[in-house]
DNA sequence: GGAACTGCCCAAAGCGCTTTGATGGCGCAA
DNA sequence: TTGCGCCATCAAAGCGCTTTGGGCAGTTCC
């Protein structure tokens, strides 16, 4: 059933149908019921290419995921992002496009997309220190949201971000007050750019703490199990091991646990993890009490959000690049205690 | 830049060009060369909406993820299947449309995605004993692929499936002759069909090894770390206590870990673990030495295939409904071992 | 009573592409 | 020279929708 064909079941023009159905106010109510019950009855939607053709609007909003060729792995918090983002999208009546690309055919990619103009806006997933994507998109004038930041760029573009810095820097002085001096970081990777700004804060509590930073206790990788695992067994088996660690995620956090729980030791008592909790919907830190003592920041939360900022920067084009900046909250769990005496 | 202007550029009409690009056998050799060309240089790429109108193929294939409502959460093998296959669509040029919807509007969000005519297939998640949406689909005509059966239907649907039976079966099976007497399974939500044949298989196992099934050693739930460690606290203060756990994914392994754990247990000494393992990016068993004795399945793989399907199905539309049977691979690692005697 | 609105509806022109059905030019055989 | 077939190209129709620019009543205003 198209247009036409339901104009002509109702004696009317096919512009009278498409006036009525998009509510515009030069229809009589009376038709506009009539039209509204027919195109019910008869379950007519619009076709979409013929509207995006003549509206020049997508009603699409497109999401570019960088897949990682090392472990060839989309970050994990990206499903909950995208449940977050798709229930505005939703809301509006916009479709999500999601691309995964490697590294390499990036930009290629994207001009793509824009030139194809089967997106309104973008969202950039895994923003590094410095990215060519954004001046890319500006550079093609198609709305867009990162989704973090890029530190070494101008800041004039939209964007959404947890303060991961303030987050790891609270998380360290915490660690410091319950009397750690040998903290040990395992980060992910520091060209990404939430990741460079965790290890500042870091850096910076440490300091304030009057503690020298070890680079035999700073690791940064992909932010698997594994990583976690090895980084955490390397560090404890050497002369002075570290009493706390600082996990950038849970599943990395898990990764530590287990090589604690290998060497014998207990978590909060002989050692103290803190990690970073996107608040995953299948990974829950704990249900009443937490496993982890994290910062906390609800990546869903953060995928609402974006689409929000996205959707009203395609609805009003003259208007500023949104930003948003997100704290984390510090909460305590049973992985963290008073630093061991040292023997 | 639009196809007639580049026409004009050539001093061809749009025709020729739209000829050139596309293929077609009736344009010389040296004015496709010179089109080509053209068109890179302009960067040149057809409007897809334009293209959808007039060829009535979408390009586009769209999945549908149930979003469940008790926890929020997508399923965390989600990001891996989707990469796996969005390399297929990339390949074939197709883009990938995502929609995520609660149980309640599911229906409706299908009929709209076929009436409004932007996808070509379907890609079905998560299905259930019984699915009213391989029904609707095939009413709908659109081609589909469901990753997953719907055991209680018809089999004459397309389909991409693990032997989820046989897998829980040989695992079972496994604990059985290393002794294990009472032997626990922590389940996905046992209305998944996936669920259930696993269940189906343990059942199977037991039985053949003359044990009878304890309700009270059988969980089933959402796949959490939580379900896993509640479980397993539960079964372990219990009078009769298993020695043996079988855990649908790995998060929920994680959580019975921690749960032996906590009581002072070892895994694979004290206790015996296996899980099935989807083979995920970021939750890789272990490196080099698994940690987990698990039913591997690659869930990227199925991803890749369920897209291959699809899109051959596209191509071919007479073609009858293709169907793959994948089998886990048992891999031994650390978390089994005999069962310890009695005390 | 005529002019100027207003309310409701319609015809037709696009949007950018593909595809059908010509068209003109050229070589070749009769 | 005429006629035929083939090659390379083109004009125009159409995909299903929105939107511009009227048009025709009936109403209001001076």
């Excluded at 619009?46 to 090392?70: D, Y």
């Excluded at 020298?212 to 560090?235: I, Y």
């Excluded at 207990?266 to 829950?284: A, K, N, P, Q």
């Amino acid at each position: 059933m198209n247009l036409k064909e339901l104009a002509e079941h109702l004696g009317l023009s096919p512009t009278t149908v498409s006036r009525a159905l998009n509510g515009y106010p030069e229809v009589k109510e009376t038709t506009r019921a009539r039209v509204e019950a027919a195109a019910r009855r008869y379950n007519y939607t619009p076709n979409a290419w013929a509207k995006g053709l003549a509206t020049g609007r997508a009603m699409s909003i497109g999401h570019v995921m960088p897949v990682s060729k090392m472990h060839e792995m989309v970050n994990p918090v990206f499903g909950d992002f995208i449940t977050g983002a798709s229930e505005a999208y939703v809301e509006a009546g916009y479709d999500l496009k999601l691309t995964l690309v490697g590294d390499d055919d990036e930009t290629a990619r994207y001009r793509a997309l824009s030139a194809k103009g089967n997106v309104d806006g973008i969202i950039v997933h895994g923003p590094h220190l410095t990215d060519r994507r954004i001046d890319l998109l500006r550079e093609l004038g198609l709305p867009f949201v990162v989704h973090g930041r890029a530190s070494e760029m101008p800041a004039d573009y939209a964007w959404i971000d947890m303060n991961n810095r303030r987050a790891f820097d609270r998380a360290t002085e915490l660690l410091i007050e319950l009397g750690h001096r040998r903290i040990a970081l395992v980060n992910g990777l520091e060209h990404m750019d939430f990741a460079h700004r965790r290890r500042d804060g870091f850096l910076a509590a440490l300091e304030r703490g009057g503690i020298d930073a070890d680079p035999a206790l700073m690791r940064a990788g992909e932010m698997t199990e594994g990583l976690g695992f090895r980084a955490a067994s390397d560090m404890l088996a050497r002369p002075y091991p570290p009493t706390a660690f600082l996990a950038s995620s849970m599943v990395t956090a898990m990764g530590i646990w287990r090589a604690l729980a290998a060497r014998g030791l207990t978590m909060g008592r002989d050692v103290s993890v803190i990690t970073h909790d996107d608040d995953l919907g299948y990974l829950r830190n704990g249900e009443d009490v937490p496993i982890f003592t994290a910062t906390r920041s609800s990546v869903r939360a953060a995928g609402r959000t974006a689409a929000e900022m996205l959707l009203r920067m395609i609805g009003d084009p003259g208007c500023a690049p949104l930003q948003t900046l997100m704290e984390a909250e510090l909460i305590l769990g049973q992985s963290t205690g008073p630093a061991p005496r040292p023997r």
